[in-house]
């Protein structure tokens, strides 16, 4: 079956800039997303098509892709940005739709 | 606004099967999207179980096909999961969620957990 690979944590400081990867042999072909999921919550799309924001989501998320990696960035990151992330992305021929990452976890020191 | 809903038995004995319906309102099933489910085990990351098109074509995870059956009901305008024979491996928060190519999963139910005990 098809994987998605994350790193397990990722930490910044109040103000720098988190840079989440997500690596797949798919992505060159298929879109990439991203969830953001505090404790208790469920997910809450942040970036759909790569780098296409969802309205409401701030302006300080943004992604991109180069070839089997796609990246969330998180500019000026804030407390409240703290939470667990997933990619997800489908495999090349669309037999499975929705795969996950593992997840990042991001720190705010 | 779009709302999903799940419900169903929070406590399943092993072997049996556990049986989730998502509710959804302010959007016809009918009309299109995917529609499936996704759980998440007490500390861990998001798994994919499966998806219906609204044509009605299905999608499973491999590592689950063998148990997993999604179904839905248009005149209810609800989706459900049945999942059989299972273990404490299977307790997870479960959600259905709405998904599209080149959207993503954009509504998602609040989560239902769902424990395996006898």
């Known amino acids: 079956s098809y994987e998605l690979t994350q790193p397990p944590s990722v930490s910044v400081s109040p103000g720098q800039t988190a840079r989440i990867t997500c690596s797949g042999d798919?992505?060159?072909?298929?879109?990439a997303y991203w969830y953001q999921q505090k404790p208790g919550q469920a997910p809450v799309l942040v970036i759909y098509?790569?780098?296409e924001r969802p309205s409401g989501i701030p302006e300080r998320f943004s992604g991109s892709s180069s070839g089997t990696t796609v990246t969330l960035t998180i500019s000026g990151v804030q407390a409240e940005d703290e939470a667990d992330y997933y990619c997800?992305?489908?495999?090349?021929?669309?037999?499975?739709?929705?795969?996950f990452g593992g997840g990042t976890k991001l720190t705010v020191l | 606004q779009v709302q999903l809903q799940e419900s169903g038995p929070g406590l399943v004995k092993p072997s049996e099967t556990l049986s989730l319906t998502c509710a959804v309102s302010?959007?016809?099933?009918?009309?299109?999207?995917?529609w499936g489910w996704i759980r998440q085990p007490p500390g861990k990351g998001l798994e994919w179980i499966g998806s219906?098109?609204?044509?009605?074509?299905?999608y499973y995870n491999p590592s689950l096909k063998s148990r997993v059956t999604i179904s839905v009901d248009t005149s209810k305008n609800q989706f459900s999961l049945k999942l059989s024979s299972v273990t404490a491996a299977d307790t997870a928060v479960y959600y259905c969620?709405?998904?599209?190519?080149?959207?993503?999963?954009?509504?998602w139910g609040q989560g239902t957990l769902v424990t395996v005990s006898s």
């Open positions: 997800q992305s489908a495999d090349s021929s669309g037999t499975y739709p929705w795969v």
């Open positions: 219906i098109y609204h044509s009605g074509s299905t």
């Open positions: 969620a709405r998904g599209e190519e080149g959207i993503g999963l954009d509504y």
């Open positions: 098509k790569d780098s």
């Open positions: 798919a992505l060159p072909k298929q879109y």
């Open positions: 302010g959007y016809s099933i009918s009309s299109g999207y995917y």
